[in-house]
Protein backbone atom coordinates (compact mmCIF):
# COMPACT_ATOMS: atom_id res chain seq x y z
CA UNK A 1 0.00 0.00 0.00
CA UNK A 2 1.23 3.37 -0.98
CA UNK A 3 2.20 5.24 2.24
CA UNK A 4 0.43 8.39 1.51
CA UNK A 5 -2.78 7.37 0.67
CA UNK A 6 -4.63 9.64 -1.29
CA UNK A 7 -8.37 10.26 -2.42
CA UNK A 8 -8.77 11.31 -6.28
CA UNK A 9 -11.42 12.24 -8.25
CA UNK A 10 -11.28 11.16 -12.34
CA UNK A 11 -13.91 13.10 -14.43
CA UNK A 12 -14.02 12.45 -18.03
CA UNK A 13 -13.80 8.32 -18.76
CA UNK A 14 -12.06 8.42 -22.36
CA UNK A 15 -9.12 6.02 -22.77
CA UNK A 16 -6.69 8.53 -20.65
CA UNK A 17 -9.03 9.36 -17.73
CA UNK A 18 -9.78 5.61 -17.39
CA UNK A 19 -5.92 4.46 -17.68
CA UNK A 20 -5.28 7.15 -14.81
CA UNK A 21 -8.35 5.67 -12.86
CA UNK A 22 -7.25 2.61 -13.33
CA UNK A 23 -3.58 2.98 -12.61
CA UNK A 24 -4.51 4.62 -9.29
CA UNK A 25 -6.29 1.69 -8.36
CA UNK A 26 -3.98 -0.80 -8.81
CA UNK A 27 -1.78 1.24 -6.81
CA UNK A 28 -4.37 1.06 -3.38
CA UNK A 29 -5.89 4.54 -4.00
CA UNK A 30 -9.66 5.28 -3.72
CA UNK A 31 -10.63 6.63 -7.05
CA UNK A 32 -14.15 8.16 -7.55
CA UNK A 33 -14.40 8.17 -11.06
CA UNK A 34 -17.45 10.41 -13.08
CA UNK A 35 -18.75 10.57 -16.72
CA UNK A 36 -21.57 11.48 -18.29
CA UNK A 37 -22.17 7.79 -20.18
CA UNK A 38 -23.69 5.48 -18.43
CA UNK A 39 -22.58 2.61 -20.08
CA UNK A 40 -18.92 3.74 -19.30
CA UNK A 41 -19.88 4.57 -15.67
CA UNK A 42 -21.15 0.58 -15.34
CA UNK A 43 -18.19 -0.68 -17.11
CA UNK A 44 -15.83 0.54 -15.04
CA UNK A 45 -17.65 0.37 -11.58
CA UNK A 46 -16.37 -3.08 -10.49
CA UNK A 47 -13.07 -1.71 -11.06
CA UNK A 48 -12.92 2.00 -9.26
CA UNK A 49 -13.99 2.91 -5.29
CA UNK A 50 -16.44 4.55 -6.95
CA UNK A 51 -18.45 5.39 -10.37
CA UNK A 52 -21.08 8.21 -10.88
CA UNK A 53 -23.04 8.99 -13.84
CA UNK A 54 -23.19 12.89 -13.66
CA UNK A 55 -22.67 16.34 -15.39
CA UNK A 56 -19.40 17.73 -13.95
CA UNK A 57 -20.34 20.90 -15.45
CA UNK A 58 -23.33 21.23 -13.44
CA UNK A 59 -21.37 22.87 -9.99
CA UNK A 60 -24.59 21.38 -7.19
CA UNK A 61 -23.50 17.94 -8.62
CA UNK A 62 -19.67 18.67 -7.76
CA UNK A 63 -20.81 19.93 -4.48
CA UNK A 64 -23.26 16.86 -3.90
CA UNK A 65 -20.78 14.55 -4.35
CA UNK A 66 -18.02 16.50 -2.34
CA UNK A 67 -15.46 17.28 -4.89
CA UNK A 68 -13.36 19.83 -2.54
CA UNK A 69 -12.87 17.06 0.03
CA UNK A 70 -10.69 15.29 -2.64
CA UNK A 71 -6.91 15.62 -2.65
CA UNK A 72 -6.21 15.35 -5.85
CA UNK A 73 -9.08 15.69 -9.22
CA UNK A 74 -7.87 15.01 -12.58
CA UNK A 75 -10.22 16.76 -15.38
CA UNK A 76 -9.92 14.20 -18.35
CA UNK A 77 -12.81 15.39 -20.27
CA UNK A 78 -12.24 14.74 -24.06
CA UNK A 79 -12.95 17.20 -26.87
CA UNK A 80 -15.32 19.62 -25.50
CA UNK A 81 -12.96 22.20 -24.27
CA UNK A 82 -15.28 24.61 -22.67
CA UNK A 83 -16.48 21.83 -20.14
CA UNK A 84 -12.65 20.88 -19.76
CA UNK A 85 -12.11 24.51 -18.74
CA UNK A 86 -15.36 24.99 -16.50
CA UNK A 87 -14.62 22.19 -14.49
CA UNK A 88 -11.32 22.94 -13.63
CA UNK A 89 -12.21 26.58 -12.94
CA UNK A 90 -15.13 25.00 -10.52
CA UNK A 91 -12.83 22.51 -8.71
CA UNK A 92 -10.50 24.81 -7.71
CA UNK A 93 -13.23 27.49 -6.39
CA UNK A 94 -14.50 23.87 -4.51
CA UNK A 95 -11.10 24.33 -2.50
CA UNK A 96 -9.42 21.39 -4.20
CA UNK A 97 -5.79 21.49 -3.86
CA UNK A 98 -4.32 19.93 -6.84
CA UNK A 99 -6.06 20.28 -10.25
CA UNK A 100 -5.02 18.48 -12.93
CA UNK A 101 -6.17 18.92 -16.73
CA UNK A 102 -6.05 17.29 -19.70
CA UNK A 103 -5.74 19.63 -22.19
CA UNK A 104 -6.12 19.79 -26.48
CA UNK A 105 -3.54 22.32 -27.44
CA UNK A 106 -0.61 24.28 -26.25
CA UNK A 107 -3.02 27.36 -25.95
CA UNK A 108 -6.08 25.43 -24.42
CA UNK A 109 -2.89 24.60 -21.48
CA UNK A 110 -2.27 28.43 -20.98
CA UNK A 111 -5.98 29.31 -20.51
CA UNK A 112 -5.83 25.82 -17.91
CA UNK A 113 -3.20 27.34 -15.89
CA UNK A 114 -5.12 30.63 -15.70
CA UNK A 115 -8.11 29.59 -14.43
CA UNK A 116 -6.06 27.60 -11.79
CA UNK A 117 -5.39 24.14 -13.00
CA UNK A 118 -1.58 23.21 -11.19
CA UNK A 119 -0.51 21.16 -14.07
CA UNK A 120 -1.31 20.43 -17.54
CA UNK A 121 -1.24 17.19 -18.99
CA UNK A 122 -0.85 16.15 -22.24
CA UNK A 123 -2.28 13.09 -23.34
CA UNK A 124 -0.17 12.86 -26.73
CA UNK A 125 2.94 12.85 -24.29
CA UNK A 126 1.68 12.26 -21.26
CA UNK A 127 0.18 8.79 -20.71
CA UNK A 128 -2.32 7.68 -18.00
CA UNK A 129 -0.46 5.30 -16.37
CA UNK A 130 2.63 7.92 -16.30
CA UNK A 131 0.72 10.08 -14.33
CA UNK A 132 -0.61 7.78 -11.81
CA UNK A 133 2.80 6.97 -10.93
CA UNK A 134 4.00 10.40 -10.84
CA UNK A 135 0.70 11.31 -8.90
CA UNK A 136 1.80 9.59 -5.66
CA UNK A 137 4.64 11.55 -4.53
CA UNK A 138 5.99 14.69 -4.14
CA UNK A 139 9.58 13.28 -4.73
CA UNK A 140 9.61 11.77 -8.11
CA UNK A 141 9.24 14.58 -11.06
CA UNK A 142 8.75 12.49 -14.19
CA UNK A 143 8.16 8.82 -14.93
CA UNK A 144 8.84 6.56 -17.96
CA UNK A 145 7.63 3.27 -18.61
CA UNK A 146 10.48 1.82 -21.14
CA UNK A 147 9.41 -1.68 -21.32
CA UNK A 148 6.87 -3.85 -18.75
CA UNK A 149 8.59 -3.76 -15.76
CA UNK A 150 11.92 -1.44 -16.47
CA UNK A 151 11.70 2.85 -16.32
CA UNK A 152 13.48 5.82 -16.17
CA UNK A 153 12.27 7.77 -12.96
CA UNK A 154 13.77 11.52 -12.15
CA UNK A 155 13.85 12.13 -8.66
CA UNK A 156 14.41 14.57 -6.37
CA UNK A 157 17.55 14.72 -3.64
CA UNK A 158 16.28 13.49 -0.21
CA UNK A 159 18.09 15.24 2.05
CA UNK A 160 19.69 12.55 3.56
CA UNK A 161 21.44 12.27 0.79
CA UNK A 162 22.67 15.52 0.57
CA UNK A 163 26.29 15.55 0.90
CA UNK A 164 27.36 11.90 0.03
CA UNK A 165 28.37 10.28 -3.03
CA UNK A 166 27.26 8.12 -5.38
CA UNK A 167 29.77 5.46 -4.15
CA UNK A 168 28.63 6.00 -0.29
CA UNK A 169 24.44 5.71 -1.11
CA UNK A 170 25.01 3.17 -3.47
CA UNK A 171 22.23 2.51 -5.32
CA UNK A 172 23.27 -0.54 -7.19
CA UNK A 173 23.93 -2.53 -4.60
CA UNK A 174 21.02 -1.40 -2.39
CA UNK A 175 18.25 -1.40 -4.73
CA UNK A 176 19.90 -3.22 -8.00
CA UNK A 177 19.37 0.75 -10.19
CA UNK A 178 21.51 3.09 -11.86
CA UNK A 179 21.99 6.52 -11.80
CA UNK A 180 22.52 7.38 -14.99
CA UNK A 181 22.59 11.70 -14.75
CA UNK A 182 22.10 13.93 -12.51
CA UNK A 183 20.36 17.49 -12.70
CA UNK A 184 21.25 20.51 -11.32
CA UNK A 185 19.61 23.74 -11.69
CA UNK A 186 20.08 23.97 -15.49
CA UNK A 187 23.05 21.79 -15.98
CA UNK A 188 23.09 18.33 -16.65
CA UNK A 189 25.85 15.35 -15.87
CA UNK A 190 25.43 12.85 -18.73
CA UNK A 191 28.09 10.60 -17.46
CA UNK A 192 27.75 10.64 -12.92
CA UNK A 193 30.72 8.82 -11.80
CA UNK A 194 31.08 7.34 -8.20
CA UNK A 195 32.40 10.32 -6.56
CA UNK A 196 30.02 12.67 -7.51
CA UNK A 197 28.40 14.46 -4.15
CA UNK A 198 24.80 14.85 -4.26
CA UNK A 199 23.65 18.63 -3.83
CA UNK A 200 20.46 20.30 -2.25
CA UNK A 201 17.38 20.05 -5.66
CA UNK A 202 19.82 17.82 -7.45
CA UNK A 203 17.06 15.35 -9.67
CA UNK A 204 18.57 11.82 -10.24
CA UNK A 205 17.69 10.16 -13.28
CA UNK A 206 17.55 6.60 -12.34
CA UNK A 207 16.76 3.48 -13.91
CA UNK A 208 15.73 -0.12 -12.76
CA UNK A 209 13.09 -2.35 -12.11
CA UNK A 210 9.88 -1.03 -11.09
CA UNK A 211 10.06 -2.17 -7.93
CA UNK A 212 13.47 -1.50 -7.34
CA UNK A 213 12.73 2.44 -8.04
CA UNK A 214 10.00 2.09 -5.80
CA UNK A 215 11.89 0.38 -3.36
CA UNK A 216 14.43 3.23 -3.36
CA UNK A 217 12.18 5.86 -3.47
CA UNK A 218 10.30 4.97 -0.30
CA UNK A 219 13.78 4.55 1.16
Known sequence: ??????????????????????GLVERGHEVLAIDLDEN????????????IQADATDE??????????????IVAIG?????????TLMLKELGVPCVISKSKSKVHGKILKKVGADRVVFPEWDM???????????????????????SIMEIKAKNKWVGQTLAELNFRARFGVNVVAIMRNSDIN?????????????????????????????K
Request: charged share 25%; proline share 5%; no cysteine.
Open 128 to 150: GSRLANSLLTSNVQDYLELAPNY
Open 60 to 73: SALESIGAGNFDVA
Open 1 to 22: MPRNRKDFLVIGLGRFGESVAR
Open 79 to 87: DDVHANTLV
Open 190 to 218: PSPIAEDEISEGDILVVIGHNDDLEKMEE
Open 40 to 51: IVRELSPIVTHA
